[in-house]
């Protein structure tokens, strides 16, 4: 459906520059999401690495911890990125 935006209260019309932002703000959010994919890889190596030893794993499981706050800070980030260009009129 063509002009979806126009259906959703408290959405406005985006120029030219608005969309580019947006869309640099989302590849730059792709770009990031290989780097979190690759402390996850590393992360879950460390891990099962560690089998057997409690310590080794409780070290990893801590550091898994910092990695999904991580990913939910950088998440947040990028939509109020995305707001920021958008500011959509309604709260939610």
């Known amino acids: 459906m063509d002009n979806q935006h126009k259906q ?14 947006i869309n640099r703000i989302k590849a730059h959010g ?3 999401k290989k780097l979190v994919d690759e402390v996850q890889r590393r992360t879950a190596k460390q891990y099962t690495a560690a089998k057997g030893d409690e310590e080794l794993q409780a070290v990893a499981i801590e550091a898994m911890g910092w990695e999904e706050e991580g990913i939910r800070f950088l998440r947040l980030g990028f939509m109020q990125l995305t707001r920021a260009v958008a500011q959509p009129s309604t709260f939610a």
Do not use: F, N, V
């Not at 959703?8 to 932002?21: K, T, V």
């Open 8 to 21: 959703i209260s408290g959405y406005r019309e985006l120029d030219q520059a608005d969309i580019d932002l």
């Open 30 to 32: 792709e770009e990031t």
